[in-house]
């Protein structure tokens, strides 16, 4: 478990990256570096839970009726977890 949640860290980090490389928009560049700035501190206290930090991290829970939660990062990055097994 802990290595998947190292690597969905390292595809926030490179989304934000190459969401910031590719705005003109410099609140939302402000905004995606607050963000990174969040992961970064989630990577050096990775065996301390915050909620302040998972609530900056998460812009929205969308949850699907075949019970399929859709989460949504700041910058887009979206991960897809289910409730229960698909059908």
């Known amino acids: 478990m802990a290595q ?3 690597v969905e860290e390292n595809a926030l980090q490179e989304a934000i990256v190459r969401a910031l490389s590719q705005s003109d928009d410099d609140s939302l560049k402000e905004r995606l570096r607050t963000i990174q700035s ?3 501190q989630c990577e050096e206290n990775k065996n301390t839970y915050d909620d302040s930090i998972v609530r900056q991290m998460i ?6 009726h075949d019970g399929k939660l859709e989460i ?3 910058g887009g990055y979206t991960m897809e977890e289910y409730l229960i097994t698909p059908k």
């Open 72 to 74: 949504i990062f700041g």
């Open 38 to 40: 969040t992961v970064n």
């Open 4 to 6: 998947g949640l190292a």
């Open 59 to 64: 812009e929205c829970i969308k949850v699907h």
